[in-house]
């Protein structure tokens, strides 16, 4: 990619983080979202922890898990929603008829949206966590888990972008989103290590994208987590692959559907 | 010596065709919804068929037709964004549904009900990303934005936020950010749609100015009739997908004219015109208003008869509005589409 193809889309970010500091009432709405779900089920493990029940055997160390996914869950900005909205009020054209590539700027875009969320809600993550556990994990955990969350992150506004492009066909992609967010909460381990599923869910969930989106990522905060850091990256490459040419797939259908159905 | 090279033209349509396939109409009862689910019934409709023109460089044209006539494909089809089935397609010697990114730096789009501003930020802001876009280099592009916005009077307006912006000042801010690049050609989609009056006529007159100024080549579609005598010099009419009339406006008017609008000022109170094609519209005292078809009766010889019966203080002689041209053009067309 040459500079003058960088500086274009570094131009889609830098203004998609301008958009996202003019609105900044989703942004801090998902702040309180994620204060509220994270000292409910700090309270949560708590109890359980104290009735004896073996799920939550480090109650301290599952609230620092759940601020780690859902840190991830909630930096990744919903372009769907964005690019459903363009393809129904036509915008779109715009958008296609532009010297770019549709598909990186619409990343790009995403990218810097991800920019503006990703260290506000690191921030509450690390700060309530702590204040509703009084305990960190160790450092080294956690600077393993920054990087690898920002990818995973990442990778998952790719496939929100796969997402949205459903809506040349769909025209409404919600209840694509529902699908996936469902299963996102069970095969990506949201709210729990997938460890304590059923083995059968957990052998399911090697062969979808979700356990590198938010169980792999934010295992290095349990005391235990069995991912390594070599297996997650490798495994977080293989899916940034078959993200991107899945996302190009279906462009390429998009376009021919839209000469074919006139869009 | 060689000979020298044949200029090209800005758009070039040979024998352009398109079609859509579109689902048809939900079957009744439970067992044939359901398979329709499975497989939808689809028709084809052929959008645009057999067009063919051509746009010199530098030419202000307005692009006509009813409802579903195949303007907006023709003009997605010219920007690159949908293909066309058959025929040839060439704007400014490009390709477009091969060489949408060279033809992208050549060419701005306007679709009036679209936006391709950020609608939370400052015209400004897109402005700059579209700089960046299309490769503007940083000096040029500031130079180029002072110049429009000037030309646009944009004043304060590039820095307020385009939620606040009226639907006219939001059509300036649209323009300039598909002029920024200097295109050579512009396509507009319906530019005044919804815009009041005042504001209509700024924008007239601002695409009027800019292309006389840059060279600027305009294909514009509306239903204003308006915006093709205010801009343009040149009308193309297609009606179901096919070229219905290509010329000058005031030979549409020629061609399509059947009546004119005559007023009558009288020195008595009532004149008594009963000649063949001739309707009294109106007639109150000392003053009758006429609609004359001019292949039946010439005016020479209604205003003679009119002498004849009193004097006449004063006379005005209207075309009909462009208006009902277009409308007489179109009703021809569906009565011979009927016929065949």
Redesign the interface.
Known sequence: MTATRIAKYTAFSRIAVAHARRERGELYGRVAFFAVILGVFSSLWRAVAEAGMPVAADPKALVWYLAATEWILLSAPPIHIEIQEAIRRGDVVYRLGRPVSYVIAEFAAGLGLLAVRAPLLGLTAFLCAFAFTGWTPPLGALVIVVPFGLVAAALMTGLYLWIGLLAFWLQDVAPVFWVWQKLMFVLGGLMLPLELYPRFIQRVATFTPFPVLLAGPASFVLPNGIVTPGVLARNLVIWCFVTTFAVCWIFRRATSALTINGG | MQPAAAPVNAVELNHLSKS???RRARSEGVAARARDLFRPRTETVL?VDRLSFSIAPGERVAFIGPNGAGKS?TL?IL?????PDAGEVRVFGLVPSRQ???L??QIG?V?G????L?Y??PPR??F??LG????IDARAHRRRMGALASVFELGTLIDT?VRHLSLGERMRCEIVASLLHSPRMLFLDEPTIGLDVSAKAVIRELLWTESERAGVTLLLTSHDTGDMERVCTRVIVIHGGRLLWDGAIPALRRSYLKAKRVTLWSETEHLELTLPGVRVLSSSSYRTELEIALEITPLGQVVDAALRQAAIRDMAIEDAPLDDVIRALYADADRRSEMS
């Not at chain 2, 960046?132 to 490769?135: A, I, K």
């Open positions: 859509f396939r579109v959008a494909t997605k920007a690159g964004i949908l293909q949408r990114r060279q992208a730096f789009t679709f009900q679209r936006s391709q950020w939370q930020l802001d897109t700059e990303l960046r876009v299309y490769e936020p």
